[in-house]
């Protein structure tokens, strides 16, 4: 049987099925387990909207509805400095005639900011289906369903005839922890070529890689010996860098800040992998890592940075820690110099020289 006959016979079961919601709840396992990710979830919400609706049933539709939605999108809508900085730089971007195009709904946040800034239509593209759906009901519920429409696609799946013609503003919030993880420079390559007017405006705007030297006080130790057997080999499998909070305890700069990478989001070049040096000054103090964060350039006026600090507030990105194999204990004002890697997915950092071997354990 071939994927449509058994789209098809499912359909039929579900039309079958229609107000059980034990059976129900296991044709949405079926269909999102056949990739139709989309249709499961729908078939999930109507358990979930069925008065009574057992507690298995309802768990089996929940599990359906959220197994592939990033937890992170709980955290980004609670920085509310992230929040502040969109918003000041959608109102003074938007005009009554702007047509907005937004890449990753998520929450449907950015979308409503667009709107309420007075966007007469504002597009958005999910490409994870309960998200997508999720979002159209919170449009709904906060009365722009009639100007802002969601695209449940990847945005490099959408048809610039889906949004009437390229639009007048692009406006994202792609970025990950290291900047690239979430596949912003090829998005933003592909949305910019096909989909957003010349000249548009782009927000934000740039965005840029800062790093540091640093000392984490509560490094993850290492195995050691468990149980009376030597198991510290197994320490050359764990990952070099890490993320940690921006305010966690413990860490501390050991050197200025440098903008290692810089991306003009508003290019339409190719983007490739690059690589790049520069120089930190240090202060003096031991360190065992270089630890990475990002700003972001909303619009020339807001910036976003998530500089690491226990001052600051709680950040939705994390920074990350690139540790050494052993610690560095610079002299005041010494330069050293910090070499870094990027494949347009993946950062990758260290220090030239390395730190000398003869130096003590990093951990």
Excluded at 28 to 38: A, E, N, R, T, V
Excluded at 242 to 249: A, C, G, L
Aim: glycine share 8%; charged share 20%.
């Amino acid at each position: 049987m071939n994927k449509d006959d058994r789209l098809h016979g499912f359909e039929a079961l579900v039309r079958q099925a229609d107000g059980n919601a034990p059976a129900l709840a296991a044709l949405s396992l079926l269909f999102s387990s056949d990739g139709w990710k989309s249709r499961a979830g729908e078939i999930a919400a109507q358990v979930l909207a069925l008065p009574d609706s057992d507690v298995a049933a309802r768990t089996i539709a929940r599990h359906v509805i959220t197994t592939d939605v990033p937890q992170w999108h709980f955290v980004i809508v609670a920085d509310l400095a992230r929040n502040l900085a969109y918003d000041q730089a959608l109102q003074r971007a938007v005009t009554p005639g702007s047509r907005v195009l937004e890449i990753g709904t998520g929450s449907g946040l950015l979308a409503m900011m667009a709107a309420r800034a007075g966007a007469a239509h504002v597009y958005t593209c999910e490409m994870e289906p309960a998200v997508a759906m999720t979002a159209r009901e919170i449009v709904a519920r906060n009365g722009f369903a009639h100007r802002i429409t969601v695209i449940d696609k990847h945005s490099k799946d959408v048809d610039v005839g889906e949004l009437d013609g390229p639009v007048d503003i692009l406006v994202s919030e792609i970025v990950s922890n290291e900047m690239l993880g979430e596949g912003v420079l090829p998005a933003m390559e592909d949305a910019i070529a096909r989909l957003v007017k010349p000249g548009g405006i782009i927000i934000p705007a740039q965005g840029t890689i800062r790093v540091a030297l640093a000392h984490l006080a509560d490094f993850p130790r290492t195995i050691g010996t468990v149980s009376g057997f030597n198991l510290s080999a197994f320490d050359d499998l764990r990952e070099p860098n890490f993320r940690i909070p921006t305010n966690r305890r413990g860490l501390t700069l050991a050197s200025d800040a440098v903008d290692l990478f810089a991306f003009d989001f508003t290019s339409t070049a190719p983007w490739s992998g690059d690589r790049a040096q520069a120089t930190l000054r240090a202060t003096g103090q031991p360190a065992n890592g270089l630890v990475q964060w990002i700003t972001l350039d909303m619009d020339g006026v807001t910036a976003y940075e998530n500089r690491p600090s226990t001052e600051a507030p709680p950040s939705a990105w994390a920074a990350v820690f690139h540790a050494f194999e052993t610690m560095l204990d610079p002299q005041d004002g010494q330069d050293i110099p910090v070499l870094g890697q990027h494949d347009m997915a993946n950062v990758r950092l260290w220090i030239d020289p390395p730190v000398p071997a003869e130096t003590a354990p990093a951990r």
